[in-house]
């Protein structure tokens, strides 16, 4: 669905910025019949101009062969790929400022299907604490009975508890991968992703491997946090949430490296893990405004947890710009954060009644 012309990143001499290009970036409306915004393409097989073009498409989406220079790996199939996928994987890649991105039927198949990709029986995951409850579910059993064990480091800015947590994960066995999650749902605590870049460094020459990072990204981005630019090879969303923004549709994505993502891609292709047309639609619709409603969303949050923070009844609020002044979680704040976001969770004075 795409041309040269519909992915232009200037106008003249200046760049233009992600708000501008989510309105239509990657989009020819001369490819289908002139609407100005994409159809909704509800089919599962794609016709070819011949049998030569239909054996290399199928070549290109199963990664034995890479299509000549400039050109897509065409359509074929839904559960490969489809032109809503393309246009919103496009979208997202320049929000997050990567060089591609993945689109997932939810939030957990975009974890489950990025970290297999990567794993093996034996293999270690070393994960921030705490995490989503899928999540941690996914990693403690369902990858357990899969021979792949988890080690958690409960203070993602502490360099002594994430290097400790490494040691014993090398210990058990290949650490593939370093998931972490920042801020973590609901407590909104924080992982230096520079600290776990030299960590997987050092990984690395112990073990001659070097352990994929990767960050869910889903409280703060692509507005208020991008993980690639500070170390982390892979962010993970739940579209879900404030990306989707209007609570009807479920999808996840994965953003990285050309060569991450198309690992991620065959393995998606393999399970079917892809996300249906219509619910791709949606999300490209929501990213016109999602700059809008996460800053919006960002300022009454501020309104709220300022009144709370004085409140009678509320012991501890879980709220990023609350943290100590000068504090290690303050300062990965501040280095990694352009926002705060509208997640944040407290405590109520007398606890559970």
Not at 10 to 39: C, F, I
Not at 84 to 97: G, H, K, P, T
Request: include cysteine; proline fraction near 5%; charged fraction near 20%.
């Amino acid at each position: 669905m795409a041309t040269q012309h519909s992915k232009k990143t200037h106008l003249g001499r200046r760049e233009l910025q992600p708000e501008t290009q989510m309105l239509n970036y990657g989009y020819d409306p001369a490819l289908s019949e002139g609407a100005v915004k994409p159809p909704v393409f509800l089919t599962s097989t794609f016709i070819f101009t011949s049998a030569e073009e239909g054996r290399d498409f199928f070549d290109y989406v199963s990664g034995r062969r890479e299509p000549p220079e400039g050109e897509g790996n065409g359509l074929v199939y839904s559960r490969f790929n489809h032109p809503n996928s393309e246009i919103v994987e496009d979208r997202l890649a320049i929000y997050e400022r990567t060089e591609s991105a993945a689109l997932f039927s939810s939030g957990m198949s975009a974890i489950s299907t990025a970290l297999l990709a990567f794993i093996e029986p034996g293999d270690v995951v070393l994960h921030s604490q705490p995490l989503y409850g899928g999540t941690e579910t996914l990693l403690t059993k369902t990858f357990r009975r899969l021979g792949v064990a988890s080690v958690g480091f409960a203070d993602g800015v502490d360099e002594d508890s994430v290097r400790a947590a490494a040691h014993a994960a090398m210990e058990q066995g290949r650490v593939s991968v370093i998931l972490i999650e920042s801020p973590a749902n609901p407590t909104n605590s924080l992982v230096d992703i520079a600290l776990i870049k030299r960590v997987a460094d050092e990984i690395a020459r112990h073990q001659k491997h070097r352990p994929v990072i990767a960050c869910d990204n889903t409280l703060l981005g692509p507005v208020f946090q991008r993980p690639i630019e500070h170390g982390a090879d892979l962010s993970l969303y739940s579209l879900t949430k404030y990306v989707g923004g209007h609570s009807d549709l479920i999808a996840g994505a994965v953003m990285g490296s050309k060569a991450l993502i198309k690992q991620i891609k065959a393995l998606r292709s393999a399970i079917g893990t892809q996300l249906d047309p219509h619910s791709c639609w949606m999300i490209g619709r929501s990213l016109e405004t999602l700059s809008l409603r996460m800053e919006r969303a960002n300022d009454n949050a501020a309104a709220v947890a300022a009144f709370l923070h004085s409140h009678e009844k509320i012991e501890k609020l879980h709220y990023l710009p609350f943290l100590e002044a000068g504090s290690p979680a303050a300062r990965v704040y501040e280095q990694q954060c352009s926002g705060a976001g509208s997640t944040f969770s407290f405590d109520v004075v007398g606890g559970q009644r």
